[in-house]
């Protein structure tokens, strides 16, 4: 009798979950993909199916790789840059020393301040006068205050900054984590043995967080690339969609211009991406965690 | 003697790197602040002063009583708390019945529900707009709740798994044995020892739904419903409102997110580092 009732008792447990996940999350997919091949728009009710022409015309149009340019600049910039300030900070407070936790709270406090909000202090500190901090800083080091956010180039760099700003917290608090999983003895026999700082670097650290650095670059690549808010709120893509990528151009095309189909091509483009690096997320991580997880 | 001064020399370069990054990830904030207490006067002051001369709460005075900003707290209020009580309770009952039953399929379907988590948000807009536009749940709370509740259940189930997996499952058998229902066993014994990991969950899903900002663009266009992130954007969208009332605004709405963290940050901490850190 008691094993009768194992074997129907998950059921009711994981029944509400997965309806969740499957209707909001899951057919929605599905229902993106079937409207990505009709003429679907928010102006008239009705729609036809018109085949691959939503992703032909945007593959054939030069906005659509202007966009994906911005995206690319975008996300590499940061990725690199939010990576390596983050592991560098890492191996900066995983040293012993007083402060360490002020400077790591200090640092994770931009990981909860809402894009959107984060995009509206980067406008005010980049705003193109001299009243902005980072054109007072310039002037005072005897620098000509630039237009940050009215030219194509200041204007990525400006949303590359904010968007390090915001994302360098996430690479750091991890590399940290696995930092300290590395066992001292490793350290100590390097140390008898007389290997350098560099070497020990090289040889015990780098091998040891290397699941870990993928894990963190691949989750880092993905946050940027479904960037939102923070691009909404400081640049909403300008000037002449200098800085618009992919989620924004979606975005425009769907509820700017009503053009669902194609917007939701640019969807399923975007899942596409993710779909390749989610692949690639999970299989780094069945090599690590195999047995946690079955 | 030497290693003692090389040792010294390394401790003043990191407590440079530990300035700098303190002041990389303080001036923004710090800008923010001295904005919001300035008084409308000094806000065009040149040079710009961190330190205003006479500092002022009348740019909080504006936002909480001239503009909708307390409907916006409210609003992100009740959508982030509904919200956490629905994931507590779908992935919490969920997490248990993937770590306590073994049946068929279970590895694939944890394996979905991991993959689902990274399906972004933004690129469900469409459909998910069509979805509550057909429900006549647009402008609702509801639409918020569900959504956000959906896509925070896939990480919150595989995080608390995990702690549930770490407590002995002959402390539920026995339970059953003395007579408890599953759900009883469930409520009354793995449940209290899983505070740490619906902690983390609580705070992860608070946050994710009080910042959220792409969906709420989407289906919230009436102003009574909107929450903070939304709002403030409107707001500072749609009037020329100074800086000195966004910055203000822009404080209300992330002191409860950040005090929230400052308490919790080592829940927060162990829900961020996990699946990403072996052990």
Redesign the interface.
């Known amino acids: 009798m008691f094993k009768k009732k194992k074997k129907i008792g998950h059921l009711p447990f994981i029944l509400p979950a997965i309806i969740f996940i499957l209707s909001l999350t899951l057919y929605p997919v599905l229902y993106a993909f079937y409207l990505s091949f009709t003429d679907a728009s928010l102006l008239y009710p009705t729609k036809s199916f018109v085949g691959v022409r939503n992703y032909t015309d945007l593959l054939s149009s030069p906005i659509f790789f202007a966009i994906m340019q911005n995206t690319f600049i975008f996300v590499f910039s940061c990725v690199f840059l939010q990576f390596t300030l983050g592991l560098g900070l890492a191996l900066a407070l995983n040293q012993k020393l007083r402060g360490r936790v002020l400077v790591r709270v200090l640092l994770l406090i931009s990981w909860v301040i809402p894009g959107i909000i984060i995009g509206l202090i980067f406008q005010w500190m980049f705003i193109g006068d001299r009243y902005g901090l980072i054109n007072y800083c310039l002037i005072s080091l005897g620098v000509k205050p630039v237009e940050w956010l009215s030219h194509p180039l200041s204007a990525m760099l400006s949303l590359i900054a904010a968007n390090t700003w915001r994302g360098t917290a996430f690479s750091m608090i991890i590399q940290l984590a696995a930092l300290q999983t590395i066992p001292d003895e490793q350290y100590e026999a390097a140390n008898v043995d007389g290997a350098s700082s560099l070497q020990k670097f090289y040889y015990i650290t780098l091998p040891w967080l290397k699941p870990t650095i993928l894990i963190n670059i691949i989750m880092i690549t993905l946050a940027t690339f479904n960037t939102f808010d923070l691009v909404m709120s400081l640049t909403g893509g300008g000037p002449v969609r200098a800085t618009e990528v992919i989620s924004l151009y979606m975005y425009k095309e769907g509820f700017a211009f009503f053009k669902l189909g194609s917007a939701s091509a640019l969807a399923m483009i975007m899942f596409l991406v993710n779909i390749v690096f989610t692949l690639i997320y999970i299989r780094v991580l069945r090599q690590d965690q195999e047995v946690s997880l079955v | 003697m030497k290693a003692r001064t090389r040792k010294r020399v390394g401790?003043s370069f990191?407590?440079l790197?530990?300035f700098l990054?303190?002041l990389?990830?303080?001036?923004?904030?710090i800008?923010?602040v001295s904005?919001s207490i300035k008084p409308r006067q000094e806000?065009?002051s040149?040079?710009?002063k961190l330190i205003p001369q006479s500092p002022t709460l009348e740019n909080f005075v504006y936002v909480l009583r001239g503009t909708p900003l307390p409907q916006y707290f409210l609003n992100s209020l009740i959508v982030a708390l509904s919200t956490t009580f629905l994931v507590l309770?779908?992935?919490s009952?969920?997490a248990?019945?993937?770590s306590?039953?073994t049946?068929k399929g279970k590895?694939a379907?944890?394996?979905v529900?991991?993959?689902?988590q990274?399906?972004?948000g933004?690129?469900?807009?469409?459909?998910?707009?069509?979805?509550m536009n057909k429900l006549h749940l647009l402008n609702t709370y509801l639409a918020l709740i569900?959504?956000y509740?959906?896509?925070n259940?896939?990480f919150s189930?595989w995080l608390l798994k995990?702690f549930f997996?770490s407590i002995p499952f002959s402390l539920d058998e026995s339970a059953?044995i003395d007579g408890c229902s599953?759900l009883k066993a469930?409520w009354k014994v793995i449940l209290p020892l899983s505070l740490p990991g619906l902690s983390a969950v609580a705070i992860f899903t608070f946050?994710a739904s009080?910042?959220e900002?792409?969906l709420a663009?989407?289906l919230i266009s009436s102003q009574a419903r909107q929450t903070?992130?939304?709002g403030?954007?409107m707001f500072?969208n749609t009037y020329q409102v100074s800086?000195h009332s966004?910055?203000a605004a822009?404080l209300i709405?992330?002191i409860p997110?950040?005090a929230l963290?400052?308490i919790l940050?080592d829940f927060?901490?162990s829900g961020?580092?996990k699946?990403?850190?072996?052990?």
């Open positions: 401790d990191l407590y790197i530990y990054a303190g990389f990830a303080a001036l923004p904030i800008w923010v904005t806000i065009f040149y040079p710009p309770l779908l992935a009952l969920a248990y019945g993937f306590r039953h049946f590895y379907i944890l394996m529900i991991i993959g689902t990274m399906i972004p933004v690129t469900n807009i469409i459909p998910l707009y069509l979805i569900l959504i509740a959906a896509i259940v896939p189930i995990g997996d059953l599953r469930f946050i009080w910042n900002f792409v663009l989407v903070l992130p939304l403030i954007y500072s800086y966004i910055s822009c709405a992330v997110i950040v963290f400052i940050q927060f901490v961020l580092t699946g990403a850190v072996k052990g």
